[in-house]
């Protein structure tokens, strides 16, 4: 089943248009019905004391994540909030990329259970989060 254009739209401009995404560099690549992948480039900016990637990094970015995999089913305009996020650090890294890819294991009339895997450029698994998001209104 395809995403429909319009849809895909709004939520490639509301990552597009979030403050927070920008500072980040967050980036949106695919999305379906369920599911979004996203990039995070990995800048000095985004760095821990140790020179690796920052864990909070990756846990906004697998939050994100879901959140857009989430509004490819109830709409960009849908108000939802994140209730728990729970997240397994697997291993580290210091420079390229991190690709998250998202899916909604169970949708609710209020609440959605969502998973992600991230990963670096050459597959290398970084994390593994599940995220619980409230679905505020339609």
Same mark, same amino acid.
């Given at each position: 089943m ?6 895909? #739209?709004?939520?490639e401009?509301?990552?597009?248009r979030?403050?927070?995404?920008q500072?980040?560099?967050v ?16 800048? #000095? ?11 909070g990094?990756?846990s ?5 994540? @879901?959140?857009?995999a989430?509004?490819t089913?109830v ?7 994140? @209730? ?5 650090y697997?291993?580290?890294t ?17 609440l959605? @259970?969502? #998973?992600?895997?991230?990963h670096?450029?050459?597959g ?5 989060a ?5 679905? @505020?209104?339609?």
């Amino acid at each position: 089943m395809a995403l429909d254009p319009l849809r895909r #739209e709004e939520i490639e401009e509301l990552v597009r248009r979030q403050p927070y995404l920008q500072l980040l560099g967050v980036e949106l690549a695919a999305l379906a019905p369920g599911y979004a992948k996203m990039r995070l480039p990995i800048t #000095e900016r985004l760095a821990n004391i140790y020179a690796g990637l920052h864990g909070g990094a990756l846990s906004s970015l697998a939050d994100t994540a @879901v959140a857009q995999a989430l509004r490819t089913l109830v709409g960009a305009q849908a108000r939802t909030t994140t @209730v728990e996020l729970n997240i397994t650090y697997l291993s580290g890294t210091t420079e390229g990329e991190v690709i998250a890819e998202a899916r909604i294991l169970r949708q609710g009339k209020t609440l959605a @259970v969502g #998973e992600v895997d991230l990963h670096d450029g050459k597959g290398k698994a970084l994390a593994r989060a599940r995220v619980t998001y409230m679905i @505020v209104a339609s």
